[in-house]
T-cell receptor
């Protein structure tokens, strides 16, 4: 069964550094998302992306965050200057339609020191 | 602002017993999802509930939706150890696509 793949599985970075989290959504899916989950807490929506532009973003997704689909397969989340509170598991997801179930990747655990 | 409340947050069950997890949400929504998460793993889609009165079953799990009461339930029948996981309900905000508001999750532990 096709799946969403994320790399790396774990990223450690120093505060103030830039990080790029990478995702390969399911190939025929049209909608892409980033969610995050701070350890032991609930899953929070960050951003949705369709037709090469952001559809919706949450309050968490401030100017430090950006997303890009640089080619036909990858979908990236960039955090420009990481803060300690950015430490979380970041999940990429994709769906075929906007109202289809989301398929989540295995996540990237980001640790900011 | 849409709020999603799950209860209980922690549930310890014995194998063979039945129990129900509740998910209340604060505003009208067209779609409600249930996900399962094993420790350190991703979110696995269990059910999508799209209309009032919808009921879906998969194995020992059954989910239902009452849009008038803004309530969904996830019922566990004759629990087994393999069901131990955290279960999240998530409600579509009805805005643009994919903005799901998740509950805090119910951590289920099934003991022999």
């Amino acid at each position: 069964e096709p799946e969403v793949t994320q790399t790396p599985s774990h990223q450690v970075t120093q505060m103030g550094q830039e990080v790029i989290l990478r995702c390969v959504p399911i190939s025929n899916h049209l909608y892409f998302y980033w969610y995050r989950q701070i350890l032991g807490q609930k899953v929070e929506f960050l951003v949705s992306f369709y037709n090469n532009e952001i559809s919706e973003k949450s309050e968490i997704f401030d100017d430090q965050f950006s997303v890009e689909r640089p080619d036909g397969s990858n979908f990236t989340l960039k955090i420009r200057s990481t803060k300690l509170e950015d430490s979380a598991m970041y999940f990429c997801a994709s769906s075929y339609l906007g109202n289809s179930p989301l398929h989540f990747g295995n996540g990237t655990r980001l640790t900011v020191t | 602002e849409l709020k999603v409340e799950q209860n209980p947050l922690f549930l310890s069950m014995q194998e063979g017993k039945n129990y129900t997890i509740y998910c209340n949400y604060s505003t009208t929504s067209d779609r409600l999802y249930w996900y399962r998460q094993d420790p350190g793993k991703s979110l696995e889609s269990l059910f999508v509930l799209l209309s009032n009165g919808a009921v879906k079953q998969e194995g020992r799990l059954m989910a239902s939706l009452d849009t008038k009461a803004r309530l969904s339930t996830l019922h566990i029948t004759a629990a087994v150890h393999d069901l131990s996981a955290t279960y999240f309900c998530a409600v579509d905000t009805g805005g643009s696509q994919g903005n799901l508001i998740f509950g805090k999750g119910t951590k289920l532990s099934v003991k022999p």
